[in-house]
């Protein structure tokens, strides 16, 4: 199967390899590359079309390779996190910083900001949204990060929100998870300070001690094929010296080192999986190492180019 590969960078926009991460060349033709790339999106039903979040609104690259800007209300925003409903890739949402969500049903041509409310201030100045998941057992709810604003949640495609914050003790979120475990809600919060789950739709949120020198987490994503598989970035802090991607078996319960295969110079930041194919992987650290696994994320290599600072990876078939 042939496959397309993507590193979103800060500083020389958005990259891309046909040959599975060995060489790479500047995606996202006819596009001045010299910008921030914080979020990447595709979607099984519409082939070839790749979305970017940037410092400079939205991007969209067609099959074709060729790219464009998006008009949107985050044109003078960084899109920190953009996501595409399962069931529709035209339904877009976008998060910003400073923190604003927004929603597009019509693939684009038109916008509106939903009513999610974030506090004014935090530790870094305004909050901003750091990712943005749909919700695998309710079409019309959906689960929102934010950094440093906690996790909230919405059942009505976004017109009505809860904030969901009891028990964390540093309200900074990287990232979520949403698991079926045996046929109820789990999630899963990675945060400046460790690991949260809950198990009660958000509404507590318990600790995680993990088995590391450093509980400073950053992103987790269940592998595609959904076999209980997940992994977690950690390391030292952002963008970090040292890291190592863990790995579990038993959606979350327990984690061990998936042995990236030489030490790593930042924390590891993010993980690209398909349901095209579960058993090819990407991993990043903050700093510009990339990784692959062809074998569902048992063996690692480490792949020859580094690319500066990466923010977000993907990959989808050709």
Known sequence: MATKVYAGTVGWGVWGSDDLGETWEFAFRGLNVECRIWSLSTHADDPGVVWAGSDRGILCQGPDGQAKRVHSPADDMQ???????????????????????????????????????????????????TRIRFDPFDADAFWVSAEIDAVHHTTDGGATWRRCEDGFKFPD????????????????????????????????????????PWQYTRGIKPRADLDGTVFLCNGDGPP???????????????WEDAELPQPTNSTPWTVATNVADPNLLFTCTNLGQMFRSTDGGEEWVKLPRELGEIRTMLWHPC
Do not use: M
């Open 79 to 129: 899109v920190w996190a953009f996501s595409q409903a399962p069931q529709d890739p035209k339904v877009l949402l976008i998060g910003t910083n400073p923190g604003h969500l927004f929603r597009s049903d019509d693939g684009g041509a038109s916008w509106r900001e939903l009513p999610v409310e974030l506090v004014d201030e935090c530790p870094i100045g305004k909050p901003r949204i």
């Open 173 to 212: 979120i990287h990232d979520i998870a949403i698991v079926d475990l045996d046929g109820a809600r789990k999630l899963l919060a990675a945060t400046a300070v460790g690991l949260y789950q809950s198990t009660d739709d958000g509404r507590t949120w318990q600790w995680n001690r993990l088995d590391s």
């Open 240 to 254: 970090g010296s040292r890291g190592r991607l863990l790995r579990s078996r038993d959606w979350g319960q327990t």
